[in-house]
């Protein structure tokens, strides 16, 4: 949803940037995303295709905010610094 919101936003959206959505999202729309990927004239299963890379640094939080419930219920949070 955040990636959608993010798109919503722009005035265009690059085929690159939207294949890597694509690809994202095949695991849970499968034929949706492959007949999407079939209109940008991309050949072979989506499944097939090579996954995107990551950089490791990027995904590293250097907070953490624990949230402490009791009964259910939040009773507050607890930040932990890295």
């Known amino acids: 949803m955040i990636m959608t919101n993010a798109f919503a936003e722009l005035d265009s959206i690059q085929q690159s940037d939207y294949l ?43 907070t953490i905010d624990l949230p402490i419930q009791i009964n259910g219920k939040l009773r507050g949070t607890v930040k932990i610094d890295a």
């Open 20 to 62: 890597i959505f694509l690809q994202l999202l095949a695991p849970f729309a499968t034929k949706v995303t492959q007949q999407l990927r079939t209109e940008l004239d991309q050949q072979g299963s989506i499944h097939e295709s090579s996954r995107p890379e990551y950089d490791l640094k990027l995904i590293i939080a250097s």
